[in-house]
C-alpha cells in the first residue's frame, strides 16, 4: 500500500521542459476536470448551485440557534456551532469557483488565487480535523466521566479548545504555502482535477519531486493518528454505553453519540478516500467524484445529521423561525 496523490498525467515532466529550453513562466492553471460547455456543464451548475446554497443556509439555522437558544449553550453544542461555521468557509473556499468555471469555457484560475484556495481550503479542513477530535474526546469525557464533566469541560477550556483548533490548523500549513509560493512553475500548467489540491499543484513545479512524497507521509500520519484517537475514545464510549442497565439509558447515550459518529466517518472517509490510495493513480472520473465527495457531499450531510437526529436543534431551529415571525409582524 502506498500513501500517494495521484499525479496529473500529462508527457514529460517540468524537468525535461527546463532541460529542453521549452519552459514557460506559469501564471494560471488550467482544470481539466470539468465537463466542457458542449458536453453539458450546465447540467452540473444547477445542482451543484443548490447543494451549495443549502449547506450555507442549513449550517447558518445551526449555528444561530446554538447562539440564540440559550438551552443550548454547553460544549456539546458549542463545537457543534464552530464546526458549523467552518463549514460553511471550509465549501465557499471551492464551491463557488467550481460554478464559475462550469459556466465558463476557460477553466482556469490564477496563481495567487490557486494559493489562496489552497490554503483556506485545507487549513478549514485542518481546523475541522481538529476540532471533530476535540468533540470526539469531549463526548468520552461526558459518558466516560460523567461526574466531573462540569468540573474538566468549562465554558473558558470550551472556548479555548475551539480557537485553539481554529488557530492551529491556520497556523500549520502556513509556511508551505508560503514555500510553495516560491517555486518556480513551467508548463504544462494542467491541473488533473476540479480545485487546487497540494500535491497536483506540486507535481507541476519545476523542482525536485520528493517533496510530494513528504506531503504524502504527512497527510497519512495525520489522518491514521486522528483517526486513531477518535476510533478508540468511540470504542470505549460504546463499552461504557452496553455496561448502563436501563434500556432508556442505552438508547439516550447512543442517540447523543450516534450523530457525531456519523459526521466523524463521512467527514474521515473522504479525507481517507481523498489521500489514502492504493495506487498512484485513479481512472479521471472516479478521481473526480472522489474529490466531489470530499469537498460538496460530505459537508451536505453535516446539518442533515446535526438538525433531522437532534430533537434539542429541531426545536430551536422551530425557535428560530418563529422569532423572525414574531420580528416580521412587529416590524410592520
Known sequence: MSWTMPSPS??????RNMESGNQSKVTEFIFTG??????GSLLYFFPLLFIYTFIIIGNLLIFSAVRLDTHLHNPMYNFISIFSFLE???TTATIPKMLSNLISEKKAISMTGCLLQMYFFHSLGNSEGILLTTMAIDRYIAICNPLRYQMIMTPQLCAQLSAGSCIFGFLILLPEIVMISTLPFCGPNQIHQIFCDLVPVLSLACTDMSMILIEDVIHAVTIIITFLIIALSCVRIV????????????????????GHLMVFLIFFGSVSLMYLRFSDTYPPVL????????TVLAPFFNPIIYSLR????NNAIKKLFCLQKVLNKSGS
Open 10 to 15: 500529462f508527457t514529460g515532466s517540468s524537468t
Open 34 to 39: 470539468f465537463p466542457q460547455l458542449q458536453d
Open 88 to 90: 460553511i468557509w471550509y
Open 239 to 258: 463499552t461504557v454505553i452496553l455496561r448502563i442497565p436501563s434500556s432508556e439509558g442505552r438508547q439516550k447515550a447512543f442517540s447523543t453519540c450516534a
Open 287 to 294: 478521481d473526480t467524484a472522489i474529490a466531489l465527495m470530499f
Open 310 to 313: 437532534n430533537k434539542d436543534m
